[in-house]
């Protein structure tokens, strides 16, 4: 058994460095850390160093012991003892006697080696002693190149090591569990595919859940980017200020100035628990999470903060995709996007030059000129200029100048042409200084800004276009799960280098029904193709207004009005409700723009098409009206409330 354990230990050649280091002289050194990370194995390890080096090891392990002062071994003075006390977090409870007692009265020649969950207590660091006798080891997971050497030696398929370091992040118990599926003949693709191995996870890294209440607080907390107790309290409901003071106190659960999040390995371990357990909950529960994530963005006023959010969702949701782009996109360490600034243009032509070329570094030059508001400068923690992107708003004047923009105006103008006062937001360029367009935090930033600018989509915006990256083959799945079609008759080229252009129309696809498909693509469940929403109409002023005088006139008509363009109109599908119909959604709207015309106006739709009291004549005998005088009263008050429904339609009441 020794020599099969030493044979399947790798790494942690610095922790057993700090051991050997340390030994013959009095002190404790202290390693911590989650559940499954190898503290025992570690151990082991460290045994087998004490031996090599003459002394005598002493291992005890809590779970093994009645707890009590007698519980623990007294190595002999004259031994040149090592004491291994593993699953230290069972001995809490006498912490201080051990402190204070028990490691003081033994031989000046032991060197004690303490292992649990947690790190030492406060009381260890408030005093000076041992402030100066105890060495700290907070034990993480295997790096990947530790992980590539224990895939090797476990003759793993080298085909597979990249997957399974992916899943297991270099968590020594969950690569241990992925090995012996591997030799059992499975392929394991995610964490889910070994549901009994999940369990055994979760039984190693998280003690005992006191009640339902804290364990859908574990849920929430796992399937959060972050949680703060507000937060939890939206989600969970009831009095979250105790679950959150639990999950504080929890081994797993790190602090950061946005809230509390859980080690990566245990995030994966819960979701996957709960997906395989409960998919109704964990779809529920996933469903809430994007309505609180979409509040918290709201909520936050400031661009920076708004994006440190978006990046921290795009790095933890892409770390998990299997979409080779978005799984590349590395943490941003620090860098941040910026404003355009005078001394920014020279370095943003020099490296679109160097790496695209002359004729897209002039194109670049012409933008930075007449809409410098549209780009987005990426620099690192120290100001230092990196890299840039664009989102232009293009407009008909636009035309002529940039094949870019005129290629997607003109697919927007055959297959859905904006309306008045509509947006056509094209995100046209990408670079970064030192890796071009290959993953860098820039292109993190690049991918987030993008995502920021969905969750705050207006109703005035028709489309979006992604024109900024080269290579169509890695970006056309990705940007299809997300709900933008490859648009291959706005492909253009500059310079010799071809351009992909990806397209969403924001007037078939609402913000609304999008995060139905984003939802639905996240729970497994089959989704119509990106691009089928095409053939869907968008209607012109004139048809809509007729749409508008027809709805009114068939309102009490369901077989008619079923059949009205409105129902698949922007404002309907952007204001409907799971519970309402389109047509019941389009009744709502009527009832509530009719309540903002003036009150007489308002109250002749009203008897005539909402409500109705019997024919025309009998409403204009009712208002006191002579019929000529009705008829030109109704048709200024249909007017009137076919353009406050075409500003809803077209985003024009938003400003």
Known sequence: MRELRRRSFTGRDEEVAAFRDALGAPGVLFVHGVGGVGKSALLYSIAETATENGF??????????????????????????????????????????????????????????????????????????WRELTRVVALGNLSPQEGLAYLTAQDVPEEMHDRLLKISRGHPLT????????????????????????????????????????????EVCALLLVTTEDLLRSMAGGNAGELFAWLRTQVFVEESPYGLYPH??????????????????????????????HDQVRATTSERERLDLTVLTVVLNGARSQLAALASLPPTMRAYADGLHDGDRSPIVAMTAEWQGREQAELVAH?????????????AE????????????????????APGADAMWEYASKHGPPRSGERVRAWRFFL????????????????????????????????????AFDDGELWTPSMESLDFWAAREADYSVGGSRFPVFAHDWRRTGIAKYTDLLHA????????????ALGEAVLSQPEFTDAVRSALRTLHTPELLRSNPLLQSRMVRQHGRAERTPAETLRDLLDETVATLKPDLSVLIDRTFLRPTGVQERVADSLHLSFNTYRRHRDKAIAQLTESLWDRETGSHRG
Request: proline share 8%; glycine share 8%; charged share 25%.
């Open 382 to 401: 120290t100001g230092e200029l990196h890299g840039y992107g664009a989102c232009l708003d293009l407009t008909e004047a636009d035309l002529g100048v």
């Open 56 to 129: 005598d090891p002493i291992r005890v392990d809590a779970r093994h012991l009645a707890l009590g002062r007698g519980a623990l071994p007294a190595p002999a003075g004259d031994a040149l003892a090592v004491l291994l006390i593993d699953t230290y977090e069972l001995l809490e409870p006498i912490d201080d006697w051990i402190r204070e007692r028990y490691v003081p009265s033994l031989p000046a020649s032991c060197l004690v080696v303490i292992a649990g969950r947690r790190g030492p207590g406060p009381r260890w660091r408030a005093d000076p002693a």
């Open 264 to 293: 990566d390995v245990v995030r994966d371990a819960i979701t996957a628990d709960l997906r395989w357990r409960d998919p109704s909950r964990y779809a529920d529960l996933y469903r809430r999470k994007l309505a609180v994530f």
């Open 175 to 218: 690569l241990s569990l992925l090995v012996d599926a591997v030799h059992r003949g499975s392929a394991p693709r995610t964490l889910s595919d070994l549901p009994g191995g999940v369990g055994a996870l979760l039984a190693q890294m998280i003690d005992e859940v006191p009640s339902t209440r804290h364990r859908m607080a574990l």
């Open 432 to 467: 970064d200084r030192d890796h071009g367009q290959r993953p860098s935090p820039s292109l993190t930033l690049f991918v987030a800004w993008q995502m920021l600018d969905i969750l705050l989509i207006g109703d005035d915006t028709a489309w979006s276009f992604v024109g």
């Open 367 to 379: 933008w930075m000129e007449c809409r410098p508001e549209a780009f987005r400068v990426f620099r």
């Open 521 to 532: 693509c996240q729970m497994g469940v089959p989704t119509r193709p990106a691009g089928q």
